[in-house]
């Protein structure tokens, strides 16, 4: 059984990314690479999954293009090409001019810490393949598209057109080798296969012959772990990432039970892919679904929120923004307070070269992410649900950042409000927040923002012109603020305070009427844009 905690998803470049604006990594050492490591060591953090591989190979490989080769490349599609200054030139440095295998070095001192080390391989990575020739884009991807991709049947225009197709057997066993050679290479306790990076996986309409062919190279995978656990002595674990919605797996091509039942899986991770961290996934459902098979469960998180995809205010804009330690904290409470075995990081990385150092291990009310103070605070912290409670922790309605052919992203915001003929109830508008592992004690309270007025407009005023609820439980209106990080709406926000006997557990309903008595506006409709609740426990 996997200890509970933290999976660290480290990004295949994020490390090189890091040394762009230094050295270039001409002078980073075996010293440089293990102290990247050791600023995880004593925080919640149990087990590391390394990216090895996306549509390049972050290590030295003879089945994929390593970003060390591709600093070398001098022409490409005919057109002469420089990448120097890039994630290439560093890799070259560290690898080829250095000498220091990075994943080995960083293997090895995972394990001194007592942290597990994985790799993770990112199947259908589709970064930047419209604008090739690129130091991202490998020769033998954009030598293939019209071959490969899982759109052949027009022109490619999409952003998921160049994905590659699943279906076709050279894909499949041009992973299975790369795979192979990387545990050839290093010994781990498990790898990850990333279906996040990226969920169309095969032709338009194919999904669900697909579902079969997946299933296959699930086991084929499998077969081959079975293999290597003879040779390193030890189980080779095998994590599989996607959809955090069933039924949208199984309308993509992967059928996540049968693989359960089959004995294929050893953890699955029920993940955003993006745009936003998703604070409502169905945890609970995936462990109830997946218990009968002994297969653990982890919730991932983002380091990106976002309230809606629709364009909202004015200018119309999608709003998304970096998370802060509060709202993080809460986006964890909701994942572990639904039983997910595992909280997984993804993309919670800075490309600045400052780390976590001895120096900045000290408590600290840090809300910003990126900064090691803040940092430390939240992988301290984020892996238990008791230390969580002692925490701020804001919740914010975010949505479902993707979705299969035919169907829209699920999104509860903007929402419209509908105006009220005199003496007339008007239709109540419903909102769901989870807000999982909220004490007793906290002091709790709604945030709405609000568009469609403006402060001081005649007759309108939020405590007469709403009648608000949350569970069923009338909620006080305090006042309006201003919105603090991450910034998410342009509209007024509007404060409610949520008496202690609304906490029903980890799901809050929030029932919005518009009072008809109240108000010279009471006709004009007005838009919800944003929502969160935010507990904060008593000192």
């Known amino acids: 059984m996997l200890k509970r905690g933290i999976i660290f998803n480290e990004d295949g470049d994020h490390f090189l990314n890091t040394r762009l604006k230094t050295d270039m990594g001409r002078e980073v050492d075996e010293e440089t690479l293990l102290a990247f490591i050791d600023q995880y060591k004593n925080t919640d953090i149990t087990d590391l999954f390394l990216c090895v591989s996306a549509m390049m190979s972050s290590f030295p490989s003879k089945e994929k293009t390593f970003y060390g080769d591709k600093y070398l490349v001098k022409e490409e599609m005919g057109k002469a090409v420089d990448y120097s200054g890039t994630v290439c030139e560093v890799a070259y440095h560290i690898w080829v001019e250095n000498g220091l295998d990075m994943y080995g070095i960083w293997i090895r001192r995972c394990r001194e810490n007592g942290i597990a080390p994985w790799l993770s391989f990112r199947l259908n990575d589709a970064h930047i393949q419209f604008d090739v020739p690129n130091f991202l884009v490998p020769k033998e991807y954009y030598e293939h598209f019209e071959e490969n991709s899982r759109v052949r049947h027009r022109r490619q225009m999409q952003y998921f057109d160049r994905c590659r197709d699943f279906e076709l057997p050279k894909v499949r066993e041009e992973w299975l080798a790369h795979i192979e050679e990387a545990l050839e290479r290093y010994d781990v306790e498990g790898i990850e296969l990333d279906l996040q990076r990226e969920l169309w996986c095969f032709r338009i309409g194919r999904e669900r012959a697909g579902a079969q062919v997946m299933t296959e190279f699930i086991g084929a995978v499998k077969a081959l772990l079975k ?296 006709e004009t409709p007005i838009t919800i844009d944003y929502a969160d609740i935010c507990a904060v426990p008593k000192e």
């Not at 609000?450 to 909620?475: F, H, K, M, Q, T």
């Not at 557990?505 to 929030?510: H, K, L, M």
């Open 227 to 522: 293999r290597y656990e003879s040779r390193v002595g030890h189980r080779i674990q095998l994590a599989v990432r996607a959809h955090p919605n069933p039924v949208t797996c199984c309308e993509f091509g992967f059928d996540i039970l049968e693989w359960a039942k089959r004995g294929y899986l050893d953890l699955y991770i029920a993940a955003p892919r993006w745009a936003t961290s998703d604070n409502d996934m169905p945890i609970r459902l995936w462990k109830q679904m997946l218990e009968p098979y002994g297969v653990p469960v982890a919730g991932g998180a983002e380091i990106l929120l976002g309230a809606s995809p629709k364009p909202t205010g004015n200018p119309p804009k999608v709003m998304r923004a970096v998370n802060t330690v509060e709202t993080a904290f809460g986006t964890a409470a909701n994942i572990l307070e639904q039983g997910a075995d595992k909280l997984y990081l993804f993309n919670y990385m800075s490309f600045e070269q400052e780390m976590i150092t001895p120096q900045t291990r000290r408590d600290t009310k840090e809300n910003d992410l990126f900064k090691p103070e803040g940092m430390l605070h939240f992988l301290a912290n984020a892996g238990d649900t008791e230390r969580i409670a002692h925490v701020p922790r804001r919740y914010i309605l975010t949505y479902t950042d993707t979705a299969s052919l035919g169907h829209e992203k699920s999104a509860q915001l903007p929402r419209t409000l509908a105006g009220t003929a005199a003496g007339m109830p008007g239709e109540p508008m419903f909102l769901r927040i989870a807000a999982g592992g909220i004490g007793e004690t906290d002091e709790v309270t709604l945030n709405l923002g609000i568009e469609g007025v403006s402060e001081g407009e005649d007759g309108w005023n939020a405590g007469d012109a709403l009648r608000v609820y949350v569970n069923s439980v009338p909620v006080p209106f305090l006042g309006t603020c201003e919105p603090t990080p991450p910034v998410l709406t342009r509209s007024r926000i509007y404060t409610f305070r949520i008496p202690k006997e609304a906490n029903a557990g980890d799901v809050w309903i929030v029932e919005i009427h518009r009072e008809s008595e109240y108000g010279v506006r009471k």
